[in-house]
């Protein structure tokens, strides 16, 4: 076979609620990829020489806005009510808040049973107990909970016979049932049924269970151990949850699926639990808060006087 060469991992550490100014990036550009005003970022950066929005900042290290300590009982809805900001836009500033999910349906029918397989990949460590949860539009079913697998390319295992082949329609061998998942098979007594197969359970090393909510859509994830930053977690959800593809929405391959907000993130490089910082790019002038632009702690000092 081919030779492998060694293979090395590299932790890089980043400023938090900063960016690092590249030849051509202007205020007004950068304020794009984060869906601010170029207003915004100059009041964050009272060292700046020209208001320019336009004007070639070079290589600088531009501060974003400001950092705020998350405190206890705080969570995604709180703060995003306390400082008038979208948890879409939370999840921008902060990427721990969201974690890279692909998807992939098997059958990719509109309207039928399918086998749900999920990776997910979190960009801070995870505990046990810890949810992740995915919105799923594209995905409709009643509510279910159970547990999952890592992969199942081939679902082999007999699970149950159900009715659905009849001798003068079908022939053994014929794919039968919800979503094509059985198989018409004769039994012991010679009879033709629609023998259904699901996937070989194995624990799930990460997992504990999963669950489906109809209403919200959405498929959470419940840990069963530590999962590290980086960390891809495989998830594939058996055809006995009995969720169906959507017939009017397209499948999704990707999304983002929600971390929760702790009050401590493990820091790799103090390799301890530190106070959890989020990066806030807040209106210009709101509530007061105008005057602190620049100074982390001011902030602090500010939300304690409200």
Same mark, same amino acid.
């Given at each position: 076979?081919?030779?492998?060469?060694?293979?090395?991992?590299?932790?890089?550490?980043?400023?938090?609620?900063?960016?690092?100014?590249?030849?051509?990036?202007?205020?007004?550009? $950068? /304020? %794009?990829?984060?869906?601010?005003?170029?207003?915004? !970022?100059?009041?964050? &950066?009272?060292? +700046? #020489?020209?208001?320019?929005?336009?004007?070639?900042?070079?290589?600088?290290?531009?501060?974003?806005?400001?950092?705020?300590?998350?405190?206890?009982?705080?969570?995604?809805?709180?703060?995003?009510?306390?400082?008038?900001?979208?948890?879409?836009?939370?999840?921008?500033?902060?990427?721990?808040?969201?974690?890279?999910?692909?998807?992939?349906?098997?059958?990719?029918?509109?309207?039928?049973?399918?086998? $749900? /397989? %999920?990776?997910?990949?979190?960009?801070?460590?995870? !505990?046990?107990?810890? &949810?992740?949860? +995915? #919105?799923?539009?594209?995905?409709?079913?009643?509510?279910?909970?159970?547990?999952?697998?890592?992969?199942?390319?081939?679902?082999?295992?007999?699970?149950?016979?159900?009715?659905?082949?009849?001798?003068?329609?079908?022939?053994?061998?014929?794919?039968?049932?919800?979503?094509?998942?059985?198989?018409?098979?004769?039994?012991?007594?010679?009879?033709?049924?629609?023998?259904?197969?699901?996937?070989?359970?194995?624990?799930?090393?990460?997992?504990?269970?999963?669950?489906?909510?109809?209403?919200?859509?959405?498929?959470?994830?419940?840990?069963?151990?530590?999962?590290?930053?980086?960390?891809?977690?495989?998830?594939?959800?058996?055809?006995?949850?009995?969720?169906?593809?959507?017939?009017?929405?397209?499948?999704?391959?990707?999304?983002?699926?929600?971390?929760?907000?702790?009050?401590?993130?493990?820091?790799?490089?103090?390799?301890?639990?530190?106070?959890?910082?989020?990066?806030?790019?807040?209106?210009?002038?709101?509530?007061?808060?105008?005057?602190?632009?620049?100074?982390?702690?001011?902030?602090?000092?500010?939300?304690?006087?409200?």
């Amino acid at each position: 076979g081919e030779e492998v060469g060694e293979q090395r991992c590299f932790g890089i550490m980043v400023h938090k609620c900063r960016h690092s100014m590249r030849s051509g990036d202007t205020l007004e550009s $950068v /304020a %794009v990829q984060y869906k601010a005003d170029w207003l915004q !970022l100059f009041h964050a &950066n009272p060292n +700046l #020489h020209s208001h320019n929005a336009d004007k070639t900042t070079g290589d600088l290290l531009l501060r974003l806005g400001v950092t705020y300590t998350v405190r206890p009982g705080d969570d995604v809805e709180r703060v995003s009510d306390k400082f008038l900001l979208p948890p879409s836009l939370l999840a921008l500033y902060n990427p721990e808040l969201a974690a890279p999910t692909s998807l992939s349906y098997s059958p990719e029918t509109a309207g039928h049973v399918t086998q $749900v /397989a %999920v990776t997910v990949t979190p960009r801070r460590r995870m !505990l046990r107990g810890e &949810n992740i949860s +995915l #919105h799923v539009a594209c995905i409709e079913g009643r509510e279910w909970s159970g547990r999952v697998t890592e992969e199942c390319r081939e679902p082999l295992v007999e699970r149950r016979v159900v009715q659905g082949c009849a001798s003068e329609a079908h022939a053994p061998g014929m794919k039968c049932g919800p979503g094509g998942w059985g198989q018409c098979r004769y039994d012991a007594d010679g009879v033709l049924g629609c023998h259904e197969f699901s996937c070989p359970f194995a624990p799930h090393p990460f997992v504990s269970k999963a669950t489906w909510t109809g209403k919200a859509q959405r498929l959470i994830l419940t840990l069963s151990s530590t999962v590290h930053a980086g960390q891809p977690i495989r998830v594939t959800v058996p055809p006995s949850a009995s969720l169906s593809l959507s017939a009017t929405l397209p499948p999704i391959p990707s999304a983002y699926a929600d971390i929760p907000l702790t009050e401590k993130l493990y820091d790799p490089k103090a390799n301890a639990t530190v106070a959890t910082q989020l990066c806030l790019i807040l209106p210009v002038c709101d509530g007061g808060l105008d005057c602190v632009f620049g100074s982390d702690c001011h902030l602090r000092d500010a939300i304690d006087r409200q």
